[in-house]
């Protein structure tokens, strides 16, 4: 286990050479445990106020992506507890939005909230970056 560790660290450690920038955050997560993690460089450059793992990081569009690998792997194979439902992944997927998003169910002049809406990234809630 050590050596793996070692090779996960020095992996970690030559980030801040690789991916130059102001600063970052990285950790390898294994079964639930951090493996090694690294923090290097600034998240207020202007300031000097230095990068740590608690640092909010405005993550925005690249979640996306990880969002439809997400849903998309759990349509095409679903967790037992899914299975044993009588409704197909999608519904159960779309009754879990509309009870989490309900302002958004059947909303007047428009349609339900559909997976397929998220694959598109067509909500309708403004990006809150341009708010």
Known sequence: MAAS???INDILNSLPHIRRGT???AAVVKDGK???KKVWGYADLDLRVPMTT???LPICSISKQMVCLVMQSLLQK???????RKESPEEQM???LHRL???LKGAE???DLKVADLYNMQSGIRDYWAM
């Open 5 to 7: 560790t070692d090779k």
């Open 23 to 25: 600063g970052g955050v």
């Open 34 to 36: 951090v493996m090694g």
């Open 54 to 56: 608690k640092t909010v």
């Open 78 to 84: 679903p967790t037992a507890s899914m299975t044993e």
């Open 94 to 96: 779309e009754a879990e």
């Open 101 to 103: 998003l309900p302002h």
């Open 109 to 111: 002049g428009g349609a």
